[in-house]
């Protein structure tokens, strides 16, 4: 059974920095597309960073790029999010997603991500 287990949430100023982790189990994920995806409230939810797992490709949404950073510990099959410079709409539940196997390309959508994490709430405080 496939299992996301997102940690590392909480309250931070406005400039500040925060690592969220992905505890992945259940399978190899080798070849899948792990993402870090955020949903505020009222609003949809966004695609903010992604990776293959195998690989060395990284995607990340312009709201964020420069400050954050996706990363991954094979040994511990865990997947971080370390976001820095904080701003208060970065406020949302921040979720973790994987897609595969065999996934090539790192998606966007929400929609083609199999397996969901139940979220962990980042605040950022001004």
């Known amino acids: 059974q496939v299992q996301l287990v997102e940690s590392g949430g909480g309250l931070v100023q406005a400039g500040g920095s925060r690592r969220l982790s992905c505890a992945a189990s259940?399978?190899?994920?080798?070849?899948?597309?792990m993402g870090w995806f955020r949903q505020a409230p009222g609003k949809e939810r966004e695609f903010v960073a992604g990776c293959i797992w195998s690989g060395g490709s990284t995607k990340y949404a312009d709201s964020v790029k420069g400050r954050f950073t996706i990363s991954r510990d094979n040994a511990k099959n865990t997947v971080y999010l370390q976001m820095s410079s904080l701003k208060p709409e970065d406020t949302a539940v921040y979720y973790c997603?994987?897609?595969?196997?065999?996934?090539?390309?790192?998606?966007?959508?929400?929609?083609?991500?199999?397996?969901w994490g139940q979220g962990t709430q980042v605040t950022v405080s001004s």
């Open positions: 997603a994987a897609d595969g196997p065999g996934t090539l390309v790192i998606p966007t959508s929400p929609r083609p991500y199999d397996y």
């Open positions: 259940g399978r190899t994920f080798r070849s899948y597309a």
